[in-house]
């Protein structure tokens, strides 16, 4: 059995899920809010549910193929998010991260993602990292650019999500550009 990942960040820690984090995650990924800016709608109690228990048993997988991580303040274990490198090609990841919306605007998502990014590149050996971004999601934009990502162009069409097809802003980072 993998060793659990758990890593602290300046503001948040980021730790493997629990079973217990469910309704701590349909709290986000059941509030239309959030999910405006995610690549899929709102979802269920029984939804939320699976995701826990399908990333808790991939995190059990060897070798891995993605670090799903639970995001919570340092002094609460509580979930108030996620952050995710998917893997994908040649030492390669996908970022996503998503925090509740009653915590916005306080520095979590871009500790998370820097915390997640920084562990990719120094642990797990990753080369690249790319992050795709809905256009009006300006928070998540500022987020990747202000940790050095590269915009490299448009994806059209990238996700349907909230009944229509969305395009993507994609953005990358490489391992040798990383200065966190």
Do not use: C
């Amino acid at each position: 059995m993998p060793y659990p990942i758990r890593l602290a960040g300046d503001r948040i820690v980021l730790r493997e899920f629990s079973i217990d984090d469910v309704d701590d995650v349909l709290d986000i990924i059941g509030d239309d809010k959030v999910t405006a800016f995610l690549s899929f709608d709102s979802r269920s109690r029984d939804q939320a549910e699976a995701m826990v228990k399908g990333t808790v048993e991939r995190a059990q997988q060897e070798p891995r193929t993605e670090f799903y991580l639970a995001v919570t303040k340092q002094d609460d274990e509580r979930l108030i998010g996620f952050s995710r490198i998917g893997l994908s090609g040649v030492q390669a990841g996908k970022l996503g991260y998503a925090i509740a919306a009653r915590e916005w605007g306080r520095g979590y998502a871009t500790d998370a993602a820097r915390t997640l990014v920084t562990y990719a590149f120094r642990d797990v050996g990753l080369h690249r990292i790319s992050a795709a971004i809905g256009p009006d999601n300006a928070a998540s934009i500022a987020v990747v650019e202000r940790l050095g990502f590269t915009r490299e162009g448009v994806l059209r069409d990238h996700v349907f999500t909230n009944g229509a097809w969305r395009d993507s802003v994609l953005y990358s980072v490489l391992a040798h550009e990383w200065r966190r």
